[in-house]
């Protein structure tokens, strides 16, 4: 691991939010490289120190002087002093856009002038038949009724993985099904 990114990850470090794979990396940063080290220090006392301070609270008539000078000042002077600015689009900005517009409808005619010109394709015409219907290779009701309609993928391909097991597990004869 290098300085730049110890550095990158040194808050999720601190934090103890990294993997153990990835905190054990920062160790052995921290071991080896001292410029990292007092950093690390330096952080850590920060912490300890804002840590340490003091919880401030408001006097309890904090409220009360707000809301008296919220009220003084008024609503209106509030608005006043954030007034939007008018959106107003520049020369340059309108010039760019103008020349977007163009350069996209100069691609759309080159690109229907291009296909315009070529020759329809000659296709040989298309012959459907019905193929012969041929018996499944194993008609066997057991297997059939245990065929799940209406599912998605992934339990079908579960089920078509285990196939091999009820095939394994049946005695196909023409009329009977037994299982073992």
């Known amino acids: 691991?290098?300085?730049?990114?110890?550095?990158?990850?040194?808050?999720?470090?601190v934090d103890d939010l990294l993997s153990g794979i990835e905190m054990r990396e920062m160790r052995r940063h921290l071991n080896?490289?001292?410029?990292?080290?007092?950093?690390?220090?330096a952080v850590r006392r920060s912490l300890m120190l804002v840590r340490s301070l003091p919880n401030i609270e408001p006097s309890p008539?904090?409220?009360?002087?707000?809301n008296a000078r919220l009220e003084a000042i008024g609503p209106?002077?509030?608005?006043?002093?954030?007034?939007?600015?008018?959106?107003?689009?520049?020369?340059?900005a309108f010039?760019?856009?103008?020349?977007?517009?163009?350069?996209?409808?100069?691609?759309?005619?080159?690109?229907?002038?291009h296909f315009a010109t070529q020759a329809p394709a000659e296709l040989p015409p298309v012959v459907a038949s019905i193929p012969d219907a041929t018996p499944a290779p194993v008609a066997n009701a057991a297997f059939v009724a245990s065929v799940p309609t209406g599912m998605p993928v992934w339990p079908a391909m579960l089920m078509v993985g285990q196939a091999p097991m009820h095939f394994a597990s049946?005695?196909?004869?023409?009329?009977q099904v037994s299982t073992r």
Do not use: K, W
Not at 1 to 13: L, N, P, T
Not at 104 to 109: E, G, N
């Open 170 to 175: 049946m005695d196909f004869r023409d009329d």
């Open 76 to 92: 209106s002077a509030a608005i006043d002093r954030v007034s939007p600015r008018p959106y107003l689009p520049s020369l340059a």
């Open 32 to 41: 080896t490289c001292p410029r990292c080290s007092r950093m690390d220090t």
């Open 61 to 66: 008539e904090f409220m009360a002087r707000l």
């Open 95 to 113: 010039a760019a856009l103008a020349a977007g517009v163009a350069a996209v409808a100069f691609i759309a005619a080159q690109t229907n002038h």
């Open 1 to 13: 691991m290098d300085c730049r990114q110890f550095r990158s990850m040194h808050v999720a470090y």
